[in-house]
């Protein structure tokens, strides 16, 4: 097959292998830095893990939902994008724990679930869990050593209860994860550094804590009147997000190139050529911001150790159930939702008051309410090749006896991520690291994504930019080393 060389030969050319928010962002940068573009979507659609949609005339999140405000990443691409003035703060931030059958109030003073001390937790859990808390102050020092299962050392200072009645649910709930699995320096890293200097778990949980009262707000937050809030989503849903940074990569003359996945991927002088099945296109620059088994395979060839490291990341899969019922059918609700401990053996895994968490839900449907449940962890696949019908009366059966709720919706639509959520074990990032240096010797290659660097949006963002970074370092800040300026695809 022929190299593309067609369109313009001015500046060089740097392929995006991925349409997610992580390819498309890093697509933005290299334009910002004077690189030619083309980004490769294997599927239709862009995105990724994130996509806008409406139940019952309602519009919603079928996928993430909210963004981190307290790191800028996220928030400041919104903004570039236009959608600054559609940054909204959550309704309400007031959640729930459904624990041994009834609604708990979140409780406040812990750091992804770990208490600062037992009163802080003293509505959730049992008198026995709150005595073993207090055990903590006097267990000899345990460092986590270089890595360690959060849930592993939580339970070891403060025992079980609290890793399967909080940490389980909230952090386990991010990744769709096994907290006593989960790496506690990869997922909690200041918990996980603070351990090591303190002596106490409970003292490492209050330094973390002041820390983050040191600094109430964040600057992004506060230009765009979110104030000190965590979280923010956008009027019309977080999924609008991919489409406004693709505007602005075409607009910036970049190419997006959806059902066009990468087969292959070859050195080629002193750059690189990228195959897909309708052409083959010659770059400066590779960015691989695809899920971690498509980067594996396109690596296989050229850094067997890289692929091998990277095919051995687990992801987890997971369904999002949506909900509309009319609003005066339904019992009050409290809050933005709840949480589900995974001791107790119900099916659901969480529930979110769309209507009520985001305004713009409710004052587009105000006759409507709108709720989301989402099914589904590491090592429960098998919920995910059950029908349609068998995840919503899961999930009515599992809501009515949280809440009371007894009505039968006007509407429904189940969505499936599979593989959605890569999984963070021990060890996590030194596997990263070893695959990246692994790929040291392969000069404008990049990795970027999930998979790597965090989960949430913002640390898509954030690897993002690193990659295009360091890429555009090499091909356009130090352009006499001789990349050859190839082609670009139109």
Known sequence: MNADTSGPHAGPHAVVVGGGITGLAAARRLLAAGARVTLLEAGGRLGGKLLAGEIAGAPVDLGAES???RRPEAVALAEAVGLGDRLRAPGTTTASVWSRGRLVPMPKGHVMGVPGDAGAVAGLLSAEALRRIGRDLELPPTEPGDDVAIGAYVAERMGHEVVDR???PLLGGVYAGDAYRISMRAAVPALFEAARRHPTLTAAVRAVQAAGAAVPADAAGAATGLGGSVFAGLDGGVGTLPG???????AAGGTILTDTPATGLLQAGAGWRVVTPERTLDADAVVLAAPAPVAARLLGGLAPEAAALLDAIAYASMALVTFAFRRADLPE?????????PVDGHTIKASTFSSQKWRWVGEAAPELFVLRTSVGRHG?????????EDLVAASLKDLGAATGLAARPVATTVTRWTDGLPQYPVGHLDRVARARTALAGLPGLRLAGAAYDGVG????????????????DEIIATPETGHPGAGHSS
């Open 244 to 250: 406004a940074v693709a505007d602005a990569v075409r």
């Open 67 to 69: 963004l981190l405000a």
């Open 457 to 472: 949006i913002p640390a898509c963002v954030a690897s993002a930019h690193r990659a295009a970074d360091a890429v555009a």
């Open 380 to 388: 429960e696949e098998a919920w995910l090749h059950r029908d349609d």
């Open 333 to 341: 609700l409290p809050g933005s939702g709840f949480l589900v401990p």
């Open 166 to 168: 909080l940490v389980e």
